[in-house]
Each structure stands twice: as C-alpha cells, then as structure tokens.
C-alpha cells in the first residue's frame, strides 16, 4: 500500500485512476475545489491549487509517496506545486500531452515525417521556463495550451525536489458520454448524419489511447521508478480518413469529405503537420500496449448509440 495524491481526479480517466487507486488498496487523498466528491474510502481537501497558502494549510501533516497531477496546464501551477509538496512527496507524476510536439507551437528539431517523435525531442531538463506570461489569462492559456505544458514538465524537472516523471499522454478515446471534448462523436453525428468531415488535402497520422489503457499506465507509473517524460499511445497510428471509415463502416453510411490546405481549420483529428508518437521507451520500460484498431470499434459503438436521433 502507497500513500496517493490525486490533483483533480474528478472526471473522465482521472476519475477511474481514483477509484482503480483505492480498489488496489492504496491510501488516496483527493485534491479538487470540491465540485466533485471523491468515492467511498478517499481522503479529500477542498482547496484551490493557485492558492499556495491555503494548498499548503490543508496538509497539515500529510506526506505522500506519490502525487499524481492531472490538471497541471502552466509552469505557475506547477511552481505553487513544487513549492507546497517539497518535502512531502518521494515521486510526482505528471499528465502531459501529446501537444508538447506539436511543431506549429514551438520551434522543435526536426523529425522526418513518418518518424514517430521520441521524447527527447522536447527535453523539459533544458527547456526555457518564462513566469511572467499571463497565464492566469483563460484566453491566453487556451491559445497556448502546448507552451504551457512544456514549460511545467521543466518546472519539475528543474526543481530537483523529488523524482519527476511526466506521462505525455495520446489522445484519449473511449468512455461514450464521459469523453467530455466530444471529439469522437463529431465524426458520429455528422457520418451519421451524411454531414461533410472538412480535411486537410494532406491529412498526416496521429496516435490515440482508450483512456481505460492510460489509466492503466498511469497506474503503472505510479508504483514505478522511472524518471523524465514519456509517450503513451497505443500501437497504430491513424489518420483522419482511416478513423472516418472506421466510423462510417459501423454506422453503415459513407463519409462526405470536404479539403482544405494546409493551415486552414478542420475536424478534429486532420492533421497538416507530423508529431505521431513513439511508445518505445513505456515499452522498453516494461508496459505493453494495446493496438489502437482492436479497441477503436467499441469506442465508436459508443459514440454512435450517444449520436443516435430517435426517428418517429
């Protein structure tokens, strides 16, 4: 048994690591503003993660083994985070994003296409950390989603407090109506519904996870002593046209593409530029994945029982 902080954990794979947490006997502490309540047998502290004084306050005593930080999105936060677990926790785990390679955010080596990235293609011990941006602006943030991960991945990997371990994670699929961007079932109602899926001429590969396999792997980490970030995605890229006929064989309809250029705006998952992962290094570490084709099908079952319009 392990002592187990969880940063947000209130919904989608955050909410499944809790409960997988507690059913594998750990002692879970659930940190959210309280908008949520944690299950049977968690600890939970109501608090704001920006408020350093009261973040601090609400331990009182606690020490962790492990802190797992699902809603870390800017090196403010991750600095309020280091400062307030200093001390108190061996390991912290971070869940990042596939986005930290997104090359159309940052300028990044580059990386021929059709080579998975690596991780040391964004290296968050040398990363430029700049805490005067306004990133307590929800606009700002928004627009630089990518910028802000990588900068707290470099928090923590700078700040030598404790063994840091980041888990970029793919895009996570799966989970019907708990999938909360929606992002899946755009493709549901619109081939179900003959609607056009906008695409980019040259549409380019990307990678996914069934979110009950990251929580598996977020599991996995947790009792792990690996350091550094890693990717986590499921064997088997895709691209958007692939995943559309996926959709549009289980709804029994044939998608409608319309293109467009590269730069311009698309549906979720066209992608005019490289940055599919690589999983070789959570492999060589010892966690084995699924592939993305033996899942998929189920995920898009879901998503198309939720689409479904009730006909008269």
């Given amino acids: 048994m392990q002592k187990i902080c969880v940063i947000g954990g209130s919904r989608y794979f955050g909410k499944l690591l809790v409960e997988r947490l507690r059913a594998a006997g750990h002692q879970v502490t659930l940190i959210n503003r309280g908008s949520t309540p944690p299950p049977a047998g968690v600890d939970h502290l109501v608090v704001d993660r920006h408020d350093e004084a009261a973040l601090t306050a609400a331990f009182d005593d606690r020490t962790f083994d492990v802190v797992v930080d699902q809603v870390c999105y800017t090196p403010v936060q991750a600095a309020i985070a280091a400062r307030a677990f200093a001390g108190r926790t061996r390991r912290y ?6 986005e930290v390679y997104d090359p159309a955010t940052a300028a990044l ?24 941006l306004p990133w307590h602006d929800d606009a700002y943030l928004e627009a630089h989603y990518a910028e802000g991960k990588r900068q707290a991945e470099a928090v923590f990997a700078h700040s030598g407090l404790f063994a840091f371990a980041a888990v970029r994670s793919a895009h996570v699929l799966g989970g019907g109506a708990q999938e909360f961007t929606g992002r899946l079932a755009h493709y549901a109602g619109r ?9 980019h001429v040259k549409a380019l ?9 990251l929580v598996d792997l977020l599991l996995w980490a947790t ?5 550094g970030p890693f990717n986590a995605c499921s064997d088997g890229p895709l691209d958007v046209h692939e995943l559309a006929e996926i959709v549009a064989t289980q709804a029994d309809r044939e998608p409608v593409y319309r293109t467009v250029p590269a730069g311009e705006e698309a549906s979720p998952f066209s992608f005019d530029r490289h ?3 690589s999983n070789a290094r959570a492999k060589a570490l010892g966690f084995s994945f699924s592939r993305t084709t033996d899942w998929l099908p189920g995920a898009v ?3 198309l029982a939720i689409s479904a319009v009730p006909t008269a």
């Fill in 191 to 199: 081939i179900t519904q003959g609607e056009e899926i906008t695409v």
């Fill in 301 to 303: 079952a879901e998503a």
């Fill in 93 to 98: 785990v971070m869940t990042s994003t596939i």
């Fill in 205 to 213: 590969p990307t990678v996914f996870i069934h979110y009950e396999e």
């Fill in 275 to 277: 940055y599919a992962m």
């Fill in 109 to 132: 080596p580059a990386v021929p296409a059709g080579t998975p990235v690596s991780e040391e293609t964004v290296d968050p011990a040398t990363w430029q950390v700049a805490m005067d």
């Fill in 223 to 227: 009792t792990a002593d690996f350091t």
